[in-house]
């Protein structure tokens, strides 16, 4: 065992040896501090080596002294003085001295004042010592609990079966605590009840269908207040029915601001309760297993929900193809897989659609929506049957196209085309006949004018019926693409034939006609014929619909190579919600009076025509203002054709 060592700060040299060697005789190492500052006195180096330190009075003036003794408070100082005064006792306490020494020194004296001064400090080394031990074990015992913690909680927050999740919940419950058993209650929304969802070790038969009553249970009552309920006694509780427990803790699971259920641990055999800590444990606990429950949850629904709406698509009878906003596929059913060629689902997905698309159709269809554009077209399927695709944007999600097989309504189409057609042709014959024998009548004999009434009647009728049979067989003709026949030709001139044709209509309902045509309008190549029969319905219909006294504008301009026609009145317009209709066949508008002549062909006619021409054509139309439609051809450049040919 090395010797003690005392640091002898004693400014008096004589006193200090004679000190000095007398602690030496008696076993101890005694030691003048080994530094001096400039001031001459003494400096006391880091860290200190010494287990006791004798300070004289004089010395208790050296600053460092007083620096030492705060930076090691455990170190005792024994005081030095020449004379046991009241004024040395109260330094002798300022400094913290355990003892006092005077003269004469007495050899066994100064050896047991040391003695003591060494037994204090190994009192208070060996309780800072167990002290530290103490803090040191509780500080590990916290760093273990935060460990196991973040260790469930990392479990439990990467598992997303919520079975698991909950076994793993009452698991960490009882290890957490060290209790018999766990349970783990969840509120059910519809009946305000708690059942039992989870346990670990419970020995109750009941465990499986067990359901408490928020207003008068243990259990409930965490719900109610949202607080912990900690039950400790000596006498067994009954806190289900037929259900005895020693101790137990309750704590509620929190999920956004409200308890979702109730996370407890029990002790039915053993006595001697739960501690707060356990209280703490449990609730760190249940806050974790609330956000892991609800993630599980979440994520199951979210699965359950993609399940169902696939098996939908997928058995859905028309094709379904979804793609992401960077056009590549998410979803794709058997259907669509048929009609865009792609032999197996794999194939699509995640696949972008210009690696996919073998026509060219579909391919710019999902374009037009993943621009932000509707689209729609027909599609023949490699079995030749006819789909009907329209592609939609989808905000937030990216495009969704439909095939919808219309191979037979193109059938019965074209059955029925065929069947007018055929009707058509066979009731001309007799209609001319009647026309012709109409007309004889009058070369017969002379009429009566009830019988002249009569015949005009009948000529009326006939030609109405004729000019219905003429519109169907235009019609039929146009959509069927013959009459293609086109050539190069100014609309200029064909614009201004309708014109001249109707006037006379025009001018018998005292009507303004006005022309506008822009010069060097481009040539357009077209069929003139079916041109103006185009302007001949639209222009026509205008004087038809507007009352006498209208005004009706006819305007031709270019934009570009654009050829824009507008037929403007200021007649009775058309009601918002016919205007998409106007355009199908045989439909008229219920702003017209039922007795006005007309078949309900003339503008789908005029949209055939139109599309045959690679143009559009659209209305605009307010009820009591007017009706302006509008057609846009495409012209031909204006270099080097040909010179129009007049019509
Ligand atoms: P029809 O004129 O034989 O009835 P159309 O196909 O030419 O058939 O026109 C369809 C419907 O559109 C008409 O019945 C009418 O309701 C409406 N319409 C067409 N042109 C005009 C117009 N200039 N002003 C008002 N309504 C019109």
């Given at each position: 065992m090395t010797a003690a060592k005392i640091l002898l700060v004693m400014l008096d040299e004589d006193a200090r040896r004679l000190v000095a060697r007398a602690l030496q005789a008696a076993g101890f190492e005694a030691e003048a501090p080994a530094e001096t500052g400039t001031d001459g006195l003494p400096r006391f180096a880091e860290p200190v080596e010494a287990d006791a330190v004798l300070v004289d009075e004089t010395a208790l003036a050296v600053p460092a002294l007083h620096d030492l003794l705060h930076r090691v408070p455990h170190l005792p100082v024994l005081l030095f003085a020449k004379q046991a005064g009241r004024e040395t006792l109260m330094r002798a306490v300022r400094v913290g001295a355990i003892d006092l020494?005077?003269?004469?020194?007495?050899?066994?004296?100064?050896?047991?004042?040391?003695?003591r001064a060494l037994t204090r400090r190994d009192a208070v080394r060996a309780w800072a010592r167990a002290e530290t031990r103490r803090h040191t074990q509780e500080l590990r015992d916290h760093i273990d609990e935060l460990?196991?913690?973040?260790?469930?909680?990392?479990?439990?927050?990467?598992?997303?079966?919520?079975?698991?999740?909950?076994?793993?919940?009452?698991?960490?419950?009882?290890?957490?605590?060290?209790?018999?058993?766990?349970?783990?209650?969840?509120?059910?929304?519809?009946?305000?009840?708690?059942?039992?969802?989870?346990?670990?070790?419970?020995?109750?038969?009941?465990?499986?269908?067990?359901?408490?009553?928020?207003?008068?249970?243990?259990?409930?009552?965490?719900?109610?207040?949202?607080?912990?309920?900690?039950?400790?006694?000596?006498?067994?509780?009954?806190?289900k029915t037929a259900y005895l427990v020693h101790a137990l803790i309750y704590v509620p699971l929190r999920l956004h601001g409200r308890v979702i259920g109730v996370l407890g641990v029990d002790n039915r055999e053993k006595r001697g309760g739960f501690t707060e800590r356990h209280i703490a444990r449990l609730s760190a606990l249940a806050d974790y297993a609330a956000i892991a429950l609800d993630n599980a949850q979440l994520f199951t629904a979210a699965i359950h929900e993609r399940r169902k709406l696939e098996t939908v698509l997928r058995h859905i009878k028309e094709g379904v193809l979804v793609l992401d906003e960077s056009g590549e596929v998410v979803l794709i059913n058997d259907l669509a897989r048929l009609v865009m060629e792609i032999p197996t689902e794999e194939q699509a997905l995640g696949r972008h659609f210009v690696e996919l698309c073998r026509s060219a159709e579909v391919e710019k269809g999902i374009q037009a929506a993943l621009d932000g554009k509707e689209y729609r077209t027909e599609i023949t399927a490699p079995d030749g049957r006819v789909?009907?695709?329209?592609?939609?944007?989808?905000?937030?999600?990216?495009?969704?196209?439909?095939?919808?097989?219309?191979?037979?309504?193109?059938?019965?189409?074209?059955?029925?085309?065929?069947?007018?057609?055929?009707?058509?042709?066979?009731?001309?014959?007799?209609?001319?006949?009647?026309?012709?024998?109409?007309?004889?009548?009058?070369?017969a004999g002379p009429l009566t004018p009830m019988q002249q009434h009569f015949v005009e009647r009948?000529?009326?009728?006939?030609?109405?019926?004729?000019?219905?049979?003429?519109?169907?067989?235009?019609?039929?003709?146009?959509?069927?693409?013959?009459?293609?026949?086109?050539?190069?030709?100014?609309?200029?001139?064909?614009?201004?034939?309708?014109?001249?044709?109707?006037?006379?209509?025009?001018?018998?309902?005292h009507q303004n006609l006005v022309t506008r045509i822009a010069d060097n309008l481009p040539p357009i190549r077209g069929n003139a014929v079916r041109l103006r029969q185009m302007l001949d319905n639209i222009i026509g219909n205008a004087i038809k619909y507007t009352p006498e006294g209208g005004l009706i504008e006819v305007e031709a301009e270019n934009r570009g190579d654009q050829i824009i026609l507008r037929v403007r009145d200021n007649g009775p317009g058309i009601p918002a919600n016919e205007q998409p209709y106007i355009f199908n066949k045989f439909f008229r508008g219920s702003n017209v009076a039922s007795e006005q002549p007309g078949t309900g062909l003339g503008l789908a006619i005029v949209k055939s025509i139109v599309e045959n021409h690679h143009g559009r054509v659209w209305v605009k139309s307010e009820v009591g203002k007017g009706t302006e439609f509008t057609v846009v051809l495409p012209g031909m450049e204006n270099s080097g054709e040909p010179s129009p040919s007049s019509v």
């Open positions: 020494i005077t003269p004469p020194v007495r050899y066994e004296n100064l050896v047991q004042a040391v003695q460990k196991t913690l973040l260790e469930v909680g990392r479990i439990l927050t990467s598992e997303l079966d919520p079975d698991k999740v909950l076994t793993a919940i009452v698991n960490a419950a009882v290890d957490f605590t060290g209790a018999e058993e766990s349970t783990l209650f969840l509120l059910d929304d519809q009946t305000g009840e708690l059942y039992l969802r989870a346990s670990r070790d419970l020995r109750s038969e009941a465990a499986n269908t067990l359901r408490l009553k928020v207003n008068d249970s243990l259990a409930g009552q965490v719900v109610r207040s949202a607080k912990p309920v900690v039950l400790d006694s000596e006498a067994p509780e009954k806190i789909f009907s695709l329209q592609v939609l944007p989808i905000p937030h999600v990216g495009a969704a196209g439909t095939f919808y097989d219309i191979t037979h309504f193109k059938e019965l189409d074209r059955i029925k085309s065929e069947f007018v057609s055929a009707v058509s042709h066979d009731l001309r014959s007799p209609l001319t006949a009647i026309l012709g024998y109409v007309e004889l009548l009058e070369r009948v000529r009326s009728s006939v030609q109405n019926i004729t000019a219905l049979i003429n519109d169907l067989l235009d019609l039929g003709r146009i959509e069927a693409g013959f009459e293609v026949e086109k050539e190069v030709l100014s609309i200029a001139t064909v614009v201004r034939y309708a014109v001249d044709g109707l006037l006379p209509q025009a001018e018998a309902k």
